[in-house]
């Protein structure tokens, strides 16, 4: 069990969080959007990347607590 696949998951959500996010900044205010009341790409980018940070946190507290137990 020495396979970890917490940080590719963390980086997944991490680097997708931040893409969409950057995504919906530059999209911001196009006619695309014009209907919605807020840009869900921002949104959803800043919840991804508070989720993957989130997560890098825990992961990183976990392996400095007991590292043999990964």
Avoid: Q
Wanted: net charge neutral; no cysteine.
């Amino acid at each position: 069990m020495g396979e970890d696949i917490r940080l590719p998951i963390v980086a997944l959500f991490t680097i997708l969080g931040a893409i969409l996010s950057i995504y919906g900044i530059f999209t911001n205010g196009t006619e695309m959007y014009a209907k919605l009341t807020s840009n869900v790409n921002i949104w959803t980018g800043v919840g991804m990347l508070i989720f993957g940070i989130y997560f890098l946190v825990m992961a990183l507290k976990k392996d400095k607590k007991n590292p043999e137990d990964v």
